[in-house]
């Protein structure tokens, strides 16, 4: 039988390695206290990552996920800022030698309408959509492409080869409006630009960028906002697939573009809403 592994691919980062297809992986996930970051917190743990820093917007958080492999860290107050990001950046480093997967799975929502938006919505929308992306796309490539040896913490292993994953969680309101305020829809398609001006940014260094677009997730209740405008609004109905989704659905997609299976796959949006988009 042929060998269908790349041979520029190193074993380390092989999705088909046993011990699971993120093992010895340092991740960064935000809105880790959000139902779709807690899902992505799971879904890389679950695949052998090494050390996950789960960002939230509160020190007191509570539902942050547990695993017996994986070193869950919380990460309280992560602002969308130059000064945060370094600041986390030189903790992976410092702690773990390298960094490979940043998930930007905060977003914040605004009023509903045009006539009650003001530029202060439009400013805070920025800054947790849009914002926390790009400083995630200026600074973390640098970190991404850092070499090490095998560390001595739970799961380590050598990282041999430039390797990264930056991936944005967005909403389908990053290409469409209905059923979206201003602010949101405006900043989510902002987000969306990120990823796609990243394509260039990013050719050569190993490292890739995508985002997630989602529609009609059960979020169980709220998501937390930021800004005390309110939740992001499910929307979207029940789509093709006549239900709505789970944010483990999400999660999977995510453990799939921060793996080795996607190697190939940058600046793309994959939608998660049950084809709604194409309704």
């Known amino acids: 039988m042929a060998n269908l592994t790349m041979q520029e691919e190193s074993d380390h980062f092989s999705p088909y390695r046993a011990d699971g297809k993120l093992y010895g992986f340092v991740c960064v996930v935000t809105g880790a206290d959000q139902p779709i970051g807690r899902a992505i917190v799971a879904e890389l743990a679950a695949h052998g990552a090494a050390s996950i820093y789960a960002c939230t917007s509160s020190p007191n958080a509570t539902d942050i996920p547990t695993s017996d492999t994986a070193q869950i860290i919380h990460y309280p107050h992560l602002e969308p800022n130059e000064h945060s990001t370094l600041a986390l950046i030189d903790e992976a480093l410092n702690g773990f030698g390298r960094l490979d997967v940043w998930v930007c799975a905060s977003t914040t929502p605004g009023p509903k309408t045009m006539a009650s938006t003001t530029p202060a919505d439009l400013d805070a929308a920025f800054e947790h959509n849009t914002l926390a992306p790009f400083f995630a796309l200026k600074y973390a490539p640098a970190a991404m492409e850092k070499m090490t040896k095998k560390g001595l913490y739970g799961n380590a292993a050598p990282k041999d080869s430039r390797y990264g994953s930056i991936i944005v969680v967005t909403s389908t309101a990053c290409e469409k409006a209905a059923g979206y305020g201003p ?51 499910v929307g ?6 006549d239900r709505v989704g789970n944010p483990s659905e999400v999660g999977r997609v995510a453990g799939f573009l921060a793996s080795g299976f996607s190697s190939y796959i940058t600046g793309a949006n994959i939608k998660v809403d049950g084809g709604e988009s194409v309704l």
């Open 183 to 233: 602010a949101f829809t405006i900043s989510c398609h902002a987000a969306l630009g990120v990823v796609r001006s990243g394509v260039s940014a990013l050719k050569g260094t190993g490292v890739r960028i995508n985002a997630i677009s989602h529609s009609g997730i059960d979020m169980s209740g709220e998501v937390k906002p930021t800004n005390g405008n309110g939740t992001v609004p």
């Open 236 to 241: 979207g109905g029940k789509g093709g697939l």
